[in-house]
């Protein structure tokens, strides 16, 4: 049974930092790629950024680069996403997924996490 299991969401001001984790048991992870989603209510879940376990590979959407870095340890099966210099916008429900490429549709991860809140004031 794989699971993922995020955490690190909360409340922070504009220009600020979080760092989400997503803790993931259950499946060889080395053979697989992670990623991050984030979603607002009544919109489309959209991507942020995804990184292959194996070599390290990351990709990431225009809105988050230059900002946020994904990252994985793999001692811990934990995969992070520091956020810095946050935004208003980047205020969602943000989700882990695993999949087994590294894609940056939903369509391509087959497990999700719960989801954990970040809310940027501005």
């Known amino acids: 049974q794989v699971q993922l299991v995020e955490s690190g969401g909360g409340v922070v001001q504009a220009g600020g930092s979080l760092r989400l984790s997503c803790a993931a048991s259950?499946?060889?992870?080395?053979?697989?790629?992670m990623a991050w989603f984030r979603q607002a209510p009544g919109k489309e879940r959209e991507f942020v950024a995804a990184?292959?376990?194996?070599?390290?590979?990351?990709y990431y959407a225009d809105s988050v680069k230059g900002r946020f870095t994904i990252s994985r340890d793999g001692a811990k099966n934990t995969m992070y996403l520091q956020m810095n210099s946050l935004k208003h916008e980047d205020t969602d429900v943000y989700y882990c997924?695993?999949?087994?490429?590294?894609?940056?549709?939903?369509?391509?991860?087959?497990?999700w996490g719960q989801g954990t809140q970040v809310t940027v004031s501005s």
């Open positions: 259950g499946r060889t992870f080395s053979t697989y790629a």
């Open positions: 990184i292959t376990w194996r070599a390290g590979t990351t």
């Open positions: 997924a695993s999949g087994p490429n590294l894609g940056v549709r939903r369509y391509d991860y087959d497990y």
